[in-house]
């Protein structure tokens, strides 16, 4: 199978974003509530910073104790929401666990929301109305897009965990015309005809080779966008070995949606920042 980098086709994203923000009077602004010293989260908050100062985007973060309460951090997002120069809010999970996640996701204004999780966001993407996407679906959608093939009337398939994301992505894929659907983890057995009669199979589960490749159709489009740490491994749930026979593309794990994910974020925040342009 022929890989999907993700990493050439985030540099085409940022640098659109850094020509489009040289020509702004006015820099867009991301701003990043960090809680905790887990390592995960402190690597991915200085690669975001990272790529934002390498596009020319101002870049702000706020750095908490694991011991801060819930009301600091909700006082915080309130303070940013009325900032007229942020233009995006971001509150990098996971959060320690006697925070209530749902309602600190959902205080962020949903216009500054560029992780694409308010409730508001989903369901106008649910709909089909404008809004901003959510961040990993658009990241798969640019791999899918990057193997060149014609994507009207092919069918998909997404294997998720939770109904929300598979909704979630399904909906992503069929504003490009792909028909589909999605299976929850627990029904992977029952549903074996639908993941080999699929054109594109997207996958986001976190279970190292829960998916092999006599499951997949000759010249099919798989992204494996479940991640996990196996002792100094990093694996996908896509046995990856087991697809080499067939023809068709597959991302690598890791370097697959991995590097694209902060370059959509980013695209979100220019997003963002152009929308509350046009409403001053």
Known sequence: MELLYGKPVAEKILNRLKNDILMCAQKPELAVILVGKDEASQLYVNLKEKKAKEIGMNFVRYDFSENVSQENILSQIEKLNADDSVNGIIVQLPLPKNFDTQKIISSIDPKKDVDGFHPTNTELFLKGETGILPVFPRAIMH??????????????IVISNSAEFGQIMSAMLERQNIASGYVLTENIPSKLGEIKGADIVVSAVGSPGLLGGQMFKDGSIIVDGGIEKVGDSVLGDVDFASTEALSGFITPVPGGVGPLTIACLLENTFLAFEAQQKEK
């Open 143 to 156: 791999l899918i897009e990057s193997a060149g093939e014609k994507l009207n009337g092919k069918t998909g």
